[in-house]
């Protein structure tokens, strides 16, 4: 297979990719459909940016956060229903099945183990060691500013174990299980092996104090977003919106089953990240995951990175075969 | 154990008329594509057709399904293609309940363990954090509410920091239940669209 040359690589060469905006297949309908799917993502950010901004303080809480959060993945998955990206993703029962199972561990057994051992846990403990208190360096900045903070450093820190995920082997191990998914649907986002998804909620925020409303703001730009990096549904966002968010193309083309091609676009939300290391790529893919879309079954996803891992060790340091002489 | 009588949990089981004088070949020959799928492996006999799927693609149409059989019979009426299919994915599904139901006991039990919030330790700490910050003076202009000072009950407002409770491993249960019954009824209904737009060549 022929590939594409961005900057010092070539991708494509072993997986079918789509690099560049202008190869990119636009919205299909009327004037209305395309106004609503160019301008539909920005609006729900803005649209909640104010909400969250203005809301009374009865109404600022977490509760109606996890009320809106559920509405609006519910509006996205009509959204992938009405207008697909791809008919070969289109969701079926048992994705559907499969991406609440890992969405519900999310909700209850990482939830658990995070109040132990996650990062939270270990910031507080050395605060608490060496007498610290939260720095409250950005308490007194404007909120937006903070919940912009919030969640860059969030994406920060996401990036670097992401991309750190993609180059350390035994930290590719429990993340190669993400990349067996052969379509991005809006929950996909959850699956994968649960000592990834523990590693890749850790961050370094818990360091930092900021007012309560400024996480709610937070959580809204992750939620209007983020989420769009596995989602089935065909946006012509604005090119502004493509310069610095990630999108499900981006995204799409680091799952793609071209191994250049997912060495780039680790960010979570801001895919400007990417731009300023150079590991962005604008562009798409269709064909997803590992060994040329293999689909992992739960129960695979649940003990590969051991059983692999266990492999590699054995390898290495296991004993040789002994040689038996030939009669 | 007879599991006859709880085996259509996760068998599907279903009888379909082929069309006015269609051979057995001819509809093994149109059903035949289906089980052409990355994945699948098939034998075919003259009245049979047995068929096994491992890590199926999500694209593949029977992708719920890892194994089953499809005989054609002669009925009062003509022949008929009987099949029995069987999904692991709806048995889990049937069991996922039982799952998150447990998760949600072992939080309460874990719950049991924590200790209690350490209101009495830190006490002059408390008091220094529950001081409210003023809003920046470009929110005050915009016109955002003014935080409140935090009240010493308020459970929604602990934030990261707040207990865990099971409501959403019940949650979860439920709608488990729920998807269980949907895709019960939903994927023999598929199965049985698709395999007579097989038949028919439609």
Redesign the interface.
Known sequence: MEGIRVGNRIIGTQGPVTVGWENIPKVQGGPVKRFVFTWFQPFALFALLLFW?????SI????TAIGIGIGFKVLLMGLEWVNPRHE?WRL???????D??Y??LG???L??VD?YIGS?VAIKAIQEHWHWDKF?WF?????LVQAFLISFIFDFAQYWMHRGMHNWYPLWLPHSVHHY???LNVNKGAVGNPVELFLIGLGFG?FFDF???A?LLAGSIGLTIGIYQHINVRFDSPKWWRFLFNTTEHHSLHHSQDYEATRSNYSGAYIFIDRMFGTCIDGEAEMLGLEN??????R?QMTYPFTEGWKSIKARYGRAPTAVPAE | MNLRFIEWIWHVRGSLALAPGQSNEQAFDRLEPLFGQSGTSHQRTHDTLTFEKRDQAAQDKMSVFDGGVLRIASDATGPVLRYHLISRALLFCFLAPLLFIALGQLTIELGKFEKPPAEAKAGSKDAKKDVVVPLNPVDKFLGAPAPEKPKKDDKDGGGRHKKATPTAAYVFAGIFAVLYVGGRILEDWLVRRLFRRSLLGA
């Open positions: 901004y203005y809301a009374p303080n600022a809480k977490t509760s070969s079926t029962w048992k994705e559907l099945a499969t609440l199972f969405v519900g909700y209850t057994l939830r658990i109040g939270d409250a308490t007194g900045l404007p909120l998914i052969t379509q818990g007012v309560p409303r996480f879309g293999r689909r992992m079954s739960i695979e």
